[in-house]
C-alpha cells in the first residue's frame, strides 16, 4: 500500500496485485476496510462534477439558438436552425436551408417572435459567435419594439450553448440519422414530423412534464 509506484493506482488493483504476488489471502470488499484503515489518506482521483449550465425561472425569458450542418444522401448540405426555450426545453421554431447565412437566422426568428408574441418582453437570446448570428440578426434584433438581448456563449457570458446544441444531436441521432434522407426536401419532412414529436414527449429533465 506504501509502495510509490503504487500511489496511482486503482485499489482494485492494488488488491490484484497483491493476489497475484501472493501477499493477500481476503476477498476485496475485505480488502478495501483494511486499505482505507491503513491508509486514511488515500485519495482516489474524481472527476470534478460537471457544472450546471445556465437555467431560466420562467418561459420565454432565456432563448438558445443554433445552427447545425447535416450531410445529405446526394452530397449536398442542410442548415438547420433551431431556437428553443430554456425553462421547458421545448423547440420554439426551426428552419433548414442549402445555404449558410444570417438570413436562415432572421427568418426563424421573426416566425418566433410573432409565433409566441415575444415583442416588448425582456428576453435573453444565447448563441455561438458564427456569421450566421450577425449582420442581419443584429440589424432585426435592434427593432424598437424588441427587447431581446444576444449574448454570446463563453464570451458575453461563461456559459456555454450546450442545451441547444444537446437539441441539435438529439434530432440528428434519433430522427434524421435513422431516416438517413435522400433530399433536401426529405430532410424537411422529417424535421415537420420530428419537432412535435420531440416538444410532444415527456422529458426526463423536467421530470416527466
Known sequence: MKKPELQHWPLRSVFYQMLNDSQAFMNLSTFYKYARALRP?????????????????????????????????????AYIHFI?????????????????????????????????NLFHKPIRLLCDDGSENQGAVNGFLDQPNLFIKKLIAQVDISYSNSMIEAVNKKMKYEFLFPKNPISFEEVIDTLKDAVPEYNSRPSGVLFGF
Open 41 to 77: 489518506d488515500f485519495k482516489r482521483f474524481r472527476k470534478p462534477k460537471q457544472r450546471i449550465g445556465i437555467r431560466a425561472s420562467s418561459p420565454l425569458t432565456l432563448l438558445h439558438m443554433d445552427t447545425t450542418i447535416l450531410r445529405v444522401q446526394d452530397g449536398s448540405k
Open 84 to 116: 428553443m426555450d430554456n425553462f421547458s426545453r421545448t423547440i420554439l421554431g426551426w428552419k433548414a436551408s442549402v445555404e449558410w447565412n444570417a438570413k436562415n437566422t432572421v427568418s426563424n426568428l421573426k416566425e418566433v417572435c410573432e409565433k409566441f
